[in-house]
């Protein structure tokens, strides 16, 4: 399946609906491109602590601008998950969420879920690759499993496989990863893409 999430848009497209059955669900993941993951939105100029100068028996006050990192920087976007109703994903459903952290130059991964009320729980370590490792054969294993998730990063090309790094998250036995229907590629909260992002996924039980 490819998935294109086009500048300036938050979903993917094409659209499609899939069933997922039982309890357990793999996906591998591989950006077109390496630098699809990486993005970063324009900084926030924001009026610094005033400095006061003298200049020919007058005192000045300035207010230099100092630019921050663009808040909606640190959002997850939705890479792949299960929601247990077609139309409500933030509701009983669990996803991988990813972001390009512009400070350390670096992915971060992590699994997010939704309670039945809507609530969201983001309470775990992500799982960091540093963007020196994502080259053009970098591929992402996600494996939903009864109330576990595993992410197996990779760099995997016609000469082997070079292994990155791991993790494995227990999630709670109310974090819904039974049958459902799929979540596919979503970018963004509140900041839409900046650029097209190609995600190709290939899906097994």
């Given at each position: 399946?490819?998935?294109?999430?086009?500048?300036?848009?938050h979903?993917?497209?094409?659209?499609?609906?899939?069933?997922?059955?039982?309890?357990?669900?793999?996906?591998?993941?591989?950006?077109?491109?390496?630098?699809?993951?990486?993005?970063?939105?324009?900084p926030?100029?924001?009026?610094?602590?005033?400095?006061?100068?003298?200049?020919?028996?007058?005192?000045?006050?300035?207010?230099?601008l100092?630019?921050?990192?663009?808040?909606?920087?640190?959002?997850?976007?939705?890479?792949?998950?299960?929601k247990?109703?077609?139309?409500?994903?933030?509701?009983?459903?669990?996803?991988?969420?990813?972001?390009y952290?512009?400070?350390?130059?670096?992915?971060?991964?992590?699994?997010?879920?939704?309670?039945?009320?809507?609530?969201?729980?983001?309470?775990?370590?992500?799982?960091?690759?540093?963007?020196?490792?994502?080259?053009r054969?970098?591929?992402l294993?996600?494996?939903?499993?009864?109330?576990?998730?595993?992410?197996?990063?990779?760099?995997?090309?016609?000469?082997?496989?070079?292994?990155?790094?791991?993790?494995?998250?227990?999630?709670?036995?109310?974090?819904?990863?039974?049958?459902?229907w799929?979540?596919?590629?979503?970018?963004?909260?509140?900041?839409?893409?900046?650029?097209d992002?190609?995600?190709?996924?290939?899906?097994?039980?």
């Amino acid at each position: 399946m490819k998935r294109t999430v086009k500048k300036g848009r938050h979903w993917s497209w094409p659209f499609s609906i899939k069933r997922l059955l039982g309890n357990s669900h793999t996906f591998t993941v591989r950006a077109e491109k390496p630098d699809m993951w990486k993005y970063e939105f324009p900084p926030i100029a924001k009026l610094g602590k005033a400095v006061t100068t003298t200049e020919d028996g007058l005192q000045i006050i300035r207010h230099p601008l100092e630019f921050k990192h663009n808040p909606n920087q640190w959002d997850w976007n939705k890479l792949v998950g299960i929601k247990k109703n077609l139309l409500q994903p933030r509701k009983n459903s669990v996803m991988i969420g990813w972001r390009y952290n512009p400070v350390n130059d670096c992915v971060e991964f992590v699994p997010y879920w939704h309670d039945e009320n809507g609530g969201a729980h983001f309470e775990y370590e992500p799982l960091i690759i540093p963007c020196s490792r994502v080259n053009r054969s970098f591929e992402l294993n996600i494996q939903f499993r009864n109330s576990s998730v595993t992410l197996i990063a990779v760099n995997r090309d016609t000469y082997g496989v070079d292994f990155i790094e791991s993790r494995f998250w227990d999630l709670p036995q109310n974090a819904y990863m039974k049958s459902g229907w799929l979540i596919t590629h979503w970018f963004g909260g509140q900041m839409k893409a900046i650029k097209d992002i190609v995600m190709n996924f290939k899906y097994s039980t």
